[in-house]
């Protein structure tokens, strides 16, 4: 498949490297200006817009919230503390029926179909658009709809490979 090959990584560096350029202007502007910034945050930004652009082929920056940050931005960031958070049922499977109380089990249907829906735009958009044949570059989701054409895959198994993938990375960052 050749996702990951040293080949792939490389042609990605010129992402990296505007990424991290974006960033550190953005760190040099706010202390050029006094104003504090909150590092961590500032990093989980950049990954995320490095992941985007090498897994979906864009930034998906456009749609921002009224804090600035992008929508998607901060369902990652809502998916990673969901995975990341306190389960009781983790501990005790039987116990699973607390989380209709707490309200995890609202907050994970509202998650999934939050990343549900930005996949489906994502493939819409790959679909819908020749944007590989223009640039050269083969991001994730074109490969996946590549290799959908020549089997089985499904819609559904590529919003589940980009999942995995998505998560891991974040997790590994």
């Known amino acids: 498949m050749g996702l990951l090959s040293a080949k792939k990584v490389v042609s990605y560096r010129a992402v990296r490297e505007e990424e ?6 953005l760190i040099r502007t706010s202390s050029a200006s006094a104003v504090p910034i909150n590092l961590s945050e500032t990093l989980l930004c950049l990954i995320n817009n490095v992941v ?8 998906y ?3 921002d919230e009224e804090d600035g940050k ?24 039987w ?3 607390i989380h209709k109380f707490d309200g995890l089990d609202a907050k994970l249907d509202k998650n999934f179909r939050h990343m549900d829906e930005f996949y489906d735009k994502v493939i819409d958009e790959h679909i819908n658009s020749s944007k ?20 089985s895959l499904t819609r559904d198994n590529i919003k589940g490979i980009l999942m995995v993938c998505l998560v ?3 997790f590994d960052s």
């Open 132 to 151: 590989s044949s223009k640039t050269g570059v083969e991001d994730l989701v074109d490969v996946l709809l590549r290799l959908q054409a020549d089997s």
């Open 61 to 63: 920056e456009a749609e």
């Open 20 to 25: 991290v350029d974006l960033a550190i202007n």
């Open 95 to 97: 116990m699973s029926w």
């Open 52 to 59: 985007c652009r090498v897994a979906f082929g864009l930034k």
């Open 70 to 93: 992008n929508k998607i931005y901060t369902v990652f960031q809502e998916t990673v503390n969901l995975f990341a958070g306190f389960n009781i049922a983790d501990l005790f499977p």
């Open 168 to 170: 891991s990375l974040v």
